[in-house]
């Protein structure tokens, strides 16, 4: 239940257009939606500002599509991650409208766009082309919880000098997502070049010693540039949504205030 749908109900209640026992039906799911298989948080739009994403792995495609039917009733977007292909095909038979990326693992199910509501800038950079599926992840969240977003791809410190090429629009960034496998270098350097914010993803990409990600992640947590923050290995969702959460700061209007 969204802020804007909350307010249309309480809306029609005063003006005599809805009952009270009308909006007494469309309410009493606010808080959450027991589906026997899943509890939907409805409330969490109004909480934190963007509805509950379903996490897809471990659920199959009947159950993603009954988690799916219920919140599009209440919300303006709904969103799936770590989704495979042929669960995916299950679910666009059914919302015809809803668009799957097949390389980030990603489905978003959408009334409308959404509204930029995000202060600042987003960039989204990857050290390497195997990276990319990670990076879009990041960049497709952040773009549905209403950021402007810009991503570059393929810069890594394996040749340094593709990264200086960018230098302008990473200067004019005001939160960046630097996403590396191998030994995770990236985020330092560019958080070296920067003031603002920098969320290192670390991936699972590399040889037998990157530990499926760990050497990556140790690097990143080990950093010294001390303007970044790091997710867990391969949580592109993760970074996009803090990042989107710090381009959202100054724009947060549930603060309770004295």
């Known amino acids: 239940m969204n802020r ?3 307010t249309r109900i309480l809306s029609m209640v005063a003006n005599g257009s809805l009952s009270v026992k009308g909006a007494r039906t469309k309410l009493e799911t606010i808080s959450f939606e027991n589906i026997d298989y899943a509890q ?3 409330h969490r739009s109004l909480r934190k500002g963007f509805p509950e994403v379903i996490f897809s792995e471990g659920k199959t495609s009947a159950q993603i599509i009954g988690i799916m039917k219920k ?7 709904v969103l799936a991650t770590r989704l495979e ?4 095909k299950k679910i666009t038979a059914v919302f015809k409208d809803a668009q799957y990326f097949q390389e980030a693992k990603f489905l978003w199910l959408k009334k409308k766009e959404p509204d930029i509501t995000g202060r600042g800038k987003i960039l989204v950079l990857s050290a390497g082309t195997s990276d990319i599926p990670v990076a879009k992840e990041a960049f497709l969240t952040a773009q ?5 977003v810009e991503s570059i791809f393929d810069v890594g ?6 990264l200086f090429a960018h230098q302008k ?3 004019n960034a005001d939160v960046l997502i630097v996403v590396a496998g191998m030994e995770g270098a990236l985020p330092s350097v560019v958080a070296g070049m920067i003031q603002a914010p920098v969320i290192a993803v670390p991936t699972s990409i590399g040889y037998g010693t990157s530990f499926g990600g760990m050497a990556a992640l140790l690097g990143m947590l080990n950093s010294c540039s001390s303007n970044i923050a790091v997710v867990n290995i391969d949580n592109g969702f993760g970074a996009g949504y803090m990042a989107s959460s710090i381009n ?7 603060k309770v205030r004295d």
């Open 4 to 6: 804007d749908n909350l």
């Open 71 to 77: 919140m599009i009733i209440h919300e303006n977007i």
């Open 169 to 171: 629009q990473i200067m």
């Open 144 to 148: 549905a919880m209403g950021n402007r």
């Open 40 to 42: 939907i948080d409805h």
């Open 248 to 254: 959202h700061v100054s724009n947060n209007n549930l």
């Open 85 to 88: 292909k042929e669960k995916a």
């Open 157 to 162: 410190v394996a040749g340094i000098h593709r």
